[in-house]
């Protein structure tokens, strides 16, 4: 086993004294550990441990429990300080040498420790091939890696078996956070899974209007669909004191649900029920589900809190049906999702015009199909102004309509005041809402309100704590805020989890271009064309990427490729961009002059990621942050 501290050149850099005081407890309290599990501490290095054991299991439960206590020891200090852990372990033939270990087994072990996240646990599939069916942890595997100075591909695994963070302990913190797992899709029709996936989001937006709790967010709820593991494991992974499961089975208008809340330090039911309904009631049946949740947990539902539970968004169980499907679609976060979920919202409205939810859906929709490249951005947040604004006509206290509208404002208008006066009515209307607060970050970074930021955006992760895009925008904020290290490392290890994630290679690649790290930055670029399927916006990054390593002709070739091609949406931020970097400045003043006319919100990305900032505040920009500050003003 090895053993790594993350970022602790960086903590030391920043108080030297303080941080050694912490390595001195981190390496006691590991030291305590060890030997629980018969592990023999071979040698420390720095901040690491490299360790032996006499079994792969006693190996794999020490490093759960490892994390475990090393939450509760962060669980004290202020996040900076905190001493998250990588663990890499690996089975294999060692030679003692006096007190030492050597061997291919010693360097693999200390190739797949930095592959873990900071606060998690990697393994070889050596390990796995021992410990499988022995141990009670997850083993999911991250594909085959190639590992430094190792000859061949060896497939890696994440151990899933504590929290990666400090967690809230038992009490009333942890006891008011809840989880609802995704129902499980008991209809006879295979293809009705969209209803029980659309009925657990609406459970999860129903719960979490009760103001005294904390819901887990969708994204990471819907990671345990089919899951096998206890719900001890996975209260400790998500840091709740509840879980609520259960499952749908849809028959025409009928449908029958069931639903359990379960504690989980006692892992003991706290309340169940089975409902047997026309699809016109499963609003009702939501409403009260989540007074029963909030019964279950000794909660005192608010009068407000009965009025948002007892509110029927639509009476009409054709316009809700075709709703879930609009949900279950713009979930895929594709294009061909995204159009297919407009459809389907605008069915529902044509079946009840005075359905909310259903316009907001829309809105949501066409924000997406800009946010992605897939629309032209003028087009796309007029359309999402218009179905927003709607919904909120027929629904003021509807969170999900003011984040939408905030959203539009911010990127489209750029008008910041206003924007986020939107995005703080959704949060105060569901503060369970990560999205809400994960855009209102992102619009205070656009404004280089960094520390605000990155508060708001981890507000965000604690309630969505496996967003791999919440958590890349804390990367990208540290980074922004000269916090290189810290937010790099979350960078990559957004990057090994998801490698198809075009975002994160774009900023990857943009770290490296603000160390002047030619090399890898086009790689990166490369990386993120190759998974954004050579989408025209990627190849102009790339081209941005070549221009300022000094291969202009490489970066022209690319521009040209993507101005002559006609049939996608091409940012004009993006060519300005490029143009700028070649030195063509006339052509750059005209295509961000473009931009503005199109409201591309990539404008923003161009005023404030820092590898662009000698281009913002160069000459040619000053009329287009003239016409973008005019804007706001106007607004």
């Known amino acids: 086993m090895f053993t790594d501290v993350v970022g602790y ?27 629980k599990f018969e592990g023999r501490v071979v040698k420390t290095m720095g901040d690491g441990f490299l360790v032996e054991f006499a079994s792969a299991v006693e190996a794999v439960n020490c490093s759960v429990n490892l994390q475990s206590e090393m939450a509760h020891f962060n669980s004290v200090l202020e996040e900076r300080s905190w001493m998250l852990v990588r663990v890499g372990i690996h089975v294999g033939d060692v030679v003692h040498s006096e ?63 504590g929290p990666a963070r400090p967690m809230p302990e038992s009490g009333d913190a942890l006891h ?22 659309g009925m657990t989001e609406e459970l999860i937006s129903t719960v979490s209007k009760i103001g005294e709790l904390s819901v887990i967010s969708r994204s990471s709820a819907m990671r345990y669909r089919d899951t096998s593991l206890p719900m001890k494991q996975i209260g400790r992974e998500l840091g709740v004191g509840a879980i609520l499961e259960g499952s749908v089975r849809k028959a025409g208008n009928r449908v029958r649900i069931a639903a359990q809340l379960i504690e ?22 939501q409403g009260d589900i989540a007074a029963k949740v909030a019964q279950g947990l000794k909660i005192q539902l608010l009068s407000k809190d009965r009025e948002r539970l007892e509110t029927m968004p639509t009476e009409n169980p054709e316009a809700y049906n075709l709703y879930l499907k609009g949900r279950f679609y713009l979930n895929e976060r594709t294009e061909d999702g995204a159009r297919r979920a407009i459809r389907y919202f605008e069915e529902a409205i044509h079946a009840d015009p005075e359905f909310a939810k259903a316009y907001s859906g829309v809105a949501d929709s066409y924000l997406i199909l800009s946010d992605y490249g897939w629309m032209v951005p003028a087009k796309a947040g007029e359309l999402a102004r218009m179905n927003a604004l709607k919904a909120l006509d027929l629904d003021g206290s509807l969170a999900e309509a003011h984040a939408s509208l905030g959203l539009m404002l911010v990127n489209h208008e750029w008008d910041f005041t206003e924007g986020e006066n939107e995005l703080k009515k959704a949060m105060g209307l569901n503060p369970n809402y990560a999205q809400a607060y994960h855009w209102y970050g992102v619009s205070l970074s656009f404004q280089r309100r960094w520390n605000e930021g990155l508060d708001a955006v981890k507000k965000a992760l604690a309630l969505d704590p ?64 190759e998974s954004d399927r050579f989408d025209p916006g990627s190849k102009l990054d790339l081209a941005f990427a070549y221009s300022e390593s000094g291969d202009k002709k490489e970066a022209e070739r690319i521009l040209v490729e993507v101005i002559q091609k006609k049939d996608a949406y091409v940012s004009p931020t993006s060519v300005a961009l490029v143009m700028l970097s070649l030195g063509k400045l006339t052509e750059g003043r005209e295509w961000l002059n473009r931009a503005f006319g199109q409201k591309d919100s990539s404008l923003l990305y161009f005023v404030s990621v820092p590898a662009y900032a000698k281009y913002a505040s160069s000459p040619e920009a000053a009329e287009i942050l003239a016409k973008i500050k005019a804007q706001e003003r106007a607004s």
């Open 176 to 197: 008011s956070r809840v989880a609802i797992l995704p129902f499980s899709n008991l209809s006879p029709d295979p293809n009705d899974r969209y209803f029980a996936d």
């Open 9 to 35: 050149t960086a903590m030391s850099s920043r108080d030297e004294n303080a941080a050694l005081e912490l390595l001195r407890k981190y390496r006691a309290l590991l030291n305590s550990i060890f030997p």
């Open 264 to 285: 989980v330090d006692t892992d003991r039911y706290v309340w169940s029920q089975s409902y047997d309904r026309d699809l016109t009631d499963a609003f009702a049946v």
């Open 466 to 529: 496996f967003s791999l895009v919440i958590r890349q925008s804390v990367g990208v904020m540290l980074i922004s805020m000269g916090r290189h290290e810290e937010g790099v490392d979350i960078l990559k290890k957004v990057a090994e989890e998801s490698p198809d994630l075009p975002s994160v290679h774009y900023y990857l690649a943009i770290s490296n271009l603000l160390q002047s790290r030619w090399t890898e930055a086009i790689e990166e670029a490369k990386k993120e064309v």
């Open 99 to 161: 007190e030492d270990v050597l061997g291919d087994a010693v360097n693999v072990a200390s190739r797949v420790e930095p592959l873990a996240d900071p606060g998690g646990i990697c393994v070889t599939r050596q390990v796995v091939d021992q410990v499988e069916g022995k141990v009670p942890w997850r083993l999911t595997s991250m594909g085959m890696k190639e590992l430094r100075n190792v000859p061949n591909l060896i497939e890696i695994f994440r151990v899933e078996g």
